[in-house]
């Protein structure tokens, strides 16, 4: 009888380890900020409450119930899977002096129906990119300063516009102007690893 109760008290011990052990699964979160503006690493501009989301982790942002445009400001150290800008009828525009690193897909999507286009305005920090960028037509890159890099393996695919003004662009990976893309580039400025202007693209240097 002891014996039982030993093995039975190492199985459970057992099963309690493997739960306890087992890694987070990834969730879901959708920007939720109230206002016209929030901050990355608030909890409660993220639904649900909890954020931000971590590298196992998928941000969407969505236009919101109001309505209304809204900032996206990042000025710590986060990493996320994947990121979709899905907004229909917002313009989402993204503040960044942080440093963000995607491991999978970053979706650039515009809006639709609205004059202004989505802007990312990176002004320091990095933004690096294990899997993909992809910006779509329409959309305003702004690189003022700090690094826009595709990791080794890495792709960075702009459909929209790519406004250099200071900082490094490109990495390890590669880098794409496509389509409607175009990209003005200050001088003196640093362009890291494959660069490639498909049909339809433009460098000014």
Do not use: C
């Not at 959708?30 to 909890?50: D, I, L, R, V, Y």
């Not at 900082?167 to 990209?183: C, D, E, F, P, V």
């Amino acid at each position: 009888m002891p014996r039982t109760r030993f093995a039975g008290s190492f199985v459970a011990a057992l099963v309690i380890a493997a739960i306890t052990s087992a890694p987070a699964s990834a969730a879901d979160y959708s920007w939720q900020a109230p206002g016209t503006s929030g901050n990355w690493s608030t909890s409660t501009s993220w639904a649900p409450t909890g954020g931000p989301p971590t590298a196992s982790d998928n941000a969407f942002f969505s236009t919101l119930a109001g309505g209304g445009d809204y900032t996206v400001n990042l000025t710590t150290t986060q990493s996320i899977n994947n990121a979709t800008v899905e907004a229909t009828s917002a313009v989402v525009t993204f503040a960044h002096s942080g440093n963000l690193t995607v491991g999978g897909n970053f979706v650039f999507n515009n809006n639709t129906g609205v004059t202004a286009s989505n802007t990312y305005n990176l002004s320091a920090g990095s933004l690096a990119i294990d899997g993909s960028f992809n910006s779509a037509t329409g959309t305003t890159f702004n690189l003022s300063g700090g690094t826009f890099a595709p990791a080794s393996g890495g792709t960075v695919t702009l459909n929209g516009s790519l406004d250099r003004s200071g900082g490094s662009l490109g990495g390890a990976g590669t880098t794409t102007l496509t389509g409607a893309g175009t990209a003005s580039t200050a001088t003196n400025k640093s362009l890291n690893g494959v660069l490639t202007i498909a049909s339809g693209g433009g460098l000014t240097v």
